[in-house]
């Protein structure tokens, strides 16, 4: 067993610096919009100062928010012992979530955050992502609800039908809009760009897992184009991997292969969180069976 070091993860000091310059720049944004109608008046008033009215609230709510958030960061810390998780927010002393208490971890893409849940199925922390450290966290949280976690096999999910219809549509827009540069303006560079563009997306379409099978022999991958079915024997690790989208954080899973290889799982339908707990719990149970 390993020995789990007692240590305190916060609030990152570079998330706290971009909240602070987001704050003073909405501020600054609030004040333009304050002092706008006594430099330039609205030809309709009445319009005029509810379109300054709204935009001062909006941007000032959004600053306000930014130091609210700065201000009770500490709120957010996790502690970690040996015994389990507790927040500094409120007990620096009392164990909040015991690690065998751990039930469940749920992300939240759009809050930015895992909600870990206990036995009574009620959310007992919130795990911030832009916490220091987050991905050590997350790992060592995910690592102890799989060893507490009933996973049931086989385990198999696939991506929405719109998945496919969306990637269509974008690669017609983009085969579209050659042909409009082309035949139209005349435009050839443009079409080359455009051509580089519809490559890259074709690519990036053919690497995408679209279904996903896991069983007590193997992991079955199936691609646009072809299949792929690993032994458990051959993976050597399985990750968390973070993709980041317009500043947010989208996880994935990573299996890597003894033979150097990678496969990258996401967007099937299913929490990367959890899909980490029911491949790692199913190597660590029958991968020294497999062959």
Known sequence: ?????????????????????????????????????????????????????????????????????????????????????????????????????????KERRYLQRLDVYGHNGRTILGVEYQLDDFELLRRLILSKASANSLIHLPFARSKHWVFHVYSMAFLGGVIYGGYYFYYIDREVWLVIGMAVFFGMLLAEYFRQVVELRVTAFDVFLRYPLNNKRIKWSEISDIQVLDEFVQGSRIPGVLIQLKDGTERKVKNMGVDAAYLFQILTHARERYGVHSS
């Not at 709204?54 to 040996?82: E, H």
């Open 1 to 105: 067993m390993d020995v789990i070091q007692e240590r305190e993860h916060h609030i990152s000091k570079g998330f706290v610096t971009l909240m602070k310059w987001i704050g003073i720049f909405m501020f600054g944004v609030s004040l333009l919009y304050l002092i706008f109608p006594f430099i330039d008046p609205p030809k309709n008033l009445l319009t005029g100062i509810t379109i300054y009215v709204i935009g001062f609230i909006f941007f000032m709510g959004i600053s306000i928010y930014c130091f609210y958030y700065i201000i009770n960061k500490d709120r957010y810390s996790i502690r970690v012992t040996a015994a389990g998780l507790s927040s500094l927010g409120k007990s620096r002393t009392d164990v909040e979530l015991r690690w065998e208490e751990i039930s469940a971890v």
